[in-house]
Nanobody, 126 residues
Framework: VQLQASGGGLVQAGDSLRLSCAAS????????MGWFRQAPGKERVFVAR????????DYADSVKGRFTISRDNAKNTVYLQMNSLKPEDTAVYYC????????????????????WGQGTQVTVSS
């Protein structure tokens, strides 16, 4: 599967952005989908994950209550709605697909994701 992330940009603290990740192929609904982010000089870290059906989600504590992950399997797209953005949210955001069936939604290790998008830059000014 190929993933194409979009929707990043430069915003002010407190603003909102919605990231999208469009997937190719006809098996999108068979993948757990995640969002990760990587700030300059730092490791790539987990942000959010959604189960294949969209019924279960998991969030990093740093974004819980501010970010919402969702998916539209008919459109082969996963979204990340980001509200109340903070300067520390500044990073390149990546979407990723996990083809392995999981009993739990809390899959946060980047190594568990097989396919990655190219990343979209989010910059939040103070």
């Amino acid at each position: 599967v190929q993933l194409q992330a979009s929707g990043g940009g430069l915003v002010q603290a407190g603003d909102s952005l919605r990231l999208s990740c469009a997937a190719s192929g006809r098996t999108f609904s068979s993948y757990g989908m995640g969002w990760f982010r990587q700030a300059p000089g730092k490791e790539r870290v987990f942000v959010a994950r959604i189960s294949r059906s969209g019924g279960r989600t998991d969030y990093a504590d740093s974004v819980k209550g501010r970010f919402t992950i969702s998916r539209d399997n008919a459109k082969n797209t996963v979204y990340l709605q980001m509200n109340s953005l903070k300067p520390e949210d500044t990073a390149v955001y990546y979407c990723a697909a996990d083809p392995t069936p999981r009993l739990r939604v809390g899959v946060r290790d980047p190594n568990d994701y097989l396919y990655w998008g190219q990343g979209t830059q989010v910059t939040v000014s103070s």
